[in-house]
């Protein structure tokens, strides 16, 4: 009978592993979501991941990455255990001290970075749980006293129901765990309202010329639950409106603090901006329109008088989250916001409940700050902000860009009763403008596109284009975009990093 205990001990590892995670996220669950060990293992790992892998991670997974990201530490955190498992065939006392260890681990990291001791809890419970089924399980696979040989089957049954049942509950109690952290966000978002005061200059009305209204094409407002989301943070910050302030300090001649409260009672402007994702792919979603209220960083950052000196302002988030800003584009005339107010609602926590910045004709990740308390006026020379240091841009100037939308990839279209098939798509060059947009079908001339009515050169355009008398059989539509300053959309596929993907966006459909 070959030895089956290097197997059973590994076993025993693994399953003790997923109690601990299980049984971490129960307790964390009842208590405080942000003292599970799987979310302070991700916001920990997070900054210290290669950017291309992020890259990579956001390709595949696109905005499930961050449950990739638990999926993965799980996978790790059983691989670990299985080996220590292992090693307790012959050392029990060594694998012991090293699964509390790894158990401890997020213990250690959380009270490093000034987190309470209650917070400890979870993890400390999980690893007691843990070690208590690793050692249940090896004295079941060991048959205690006796020798390999002459253990029982009846031991091996119980030893592998136990395992299984474990497992079971272990995996249930992390899924569990990671839904509830979902739902008491959702929940959160949900209560803390603020009430926005009216603008003092709203928006005007959108025109009906502003929205082609075609079936499958992005609408020219984005619903605030429709809206990308893209940020470092495992679970968004709750930031309590009442005690949040913005702090401008740096290069300044006086610092400004302001609260809530006095944020409010200032002449608030509503501005419709896109805001775009430098990681967003060719054809990538990673986009969105909204309106916008808050009040121009403009008018705080003169309060606080810049010095000449002074070329960028490094906003910082309540999780610390920086990004730097040209100072110019905070303080030119453009419609630069300390935003409050989204699509009629407050911020979203998701998008940066109570306050975020947003800055038209920027990427998000050197301009919208979101859960922002802090602007220091700086340099470029001597600060770098979060992605600059993982290779990213500075700066991060928008290019002209635009998708295909209609028709969906593969899909099989007929003529409407004009006899067109009828393209259409999204274009955007914020603070430029979209001056023109061309359509080609296969490698036939290029079209102009119609154009919906521009809100703003803030904001994107759509446009349709149709073609009559296509051929039956599979065509490809490919899309250019030219700003209002004539740069013409560039063709030439290079990767994002590190000002933004570039490439024009293709679609094969079939003519039926
Ligand atoms: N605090 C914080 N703000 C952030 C980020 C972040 O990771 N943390 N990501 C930025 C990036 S890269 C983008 S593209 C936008 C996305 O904003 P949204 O999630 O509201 O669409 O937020 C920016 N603001
Ligand atoms: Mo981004």
Redesign the pocket.
Known sequence: MTDRRPLLFTLAGIVATLVYFGVAEFIAGAFSATSAPLLILGQTIIPLVPTAMIKAAIAIFGTNDKLALVITLVIVGALLGGVIGRIGLHRRLLSLVLLLGLGILPVVLLLSTGGSILDAIPALGGAAVGCGAYLGLIRLGDGRELRAEEVSDTDRRTFFGLAAGLTAVGVAAIAAGQSSSTLARNAAGAVTKLVLPRAATSAPKISAGADLGIDGLAPIITGNDD???????LVPPAVDAASWSLHIHGMVDEEVTITMEELLELPLEEHRVT?????NQVGGD?V?NATWLGYPVRELLKRARPSVDADMVLST???G?T?STPLEALTDDRASLLAVGMNGDPLPR???YPA?LVVPGL???VS?????TDLEVTRFDDKEA??TKRGWSTHGPVLVASRVDVPRAGAHVSANKKGEIVTAGMAWAQHVGIAEVKVRIDTDDWHTAELSEELTTDTWRQWRCAFDELEPGSHTVTVRAVDEDGNVQIAERRPAIPGSATGLHDRQFVVD
């Open positions: 809206f990308y989301r893209i940020d470092t943070a805001l775009t994702c430098v990681s990673l969105g988030s309540d999780d989250f990004a998701d998008h940066g975020r990427y998000g990740f919208a700050t979101k859960w922002v979060y992605w």
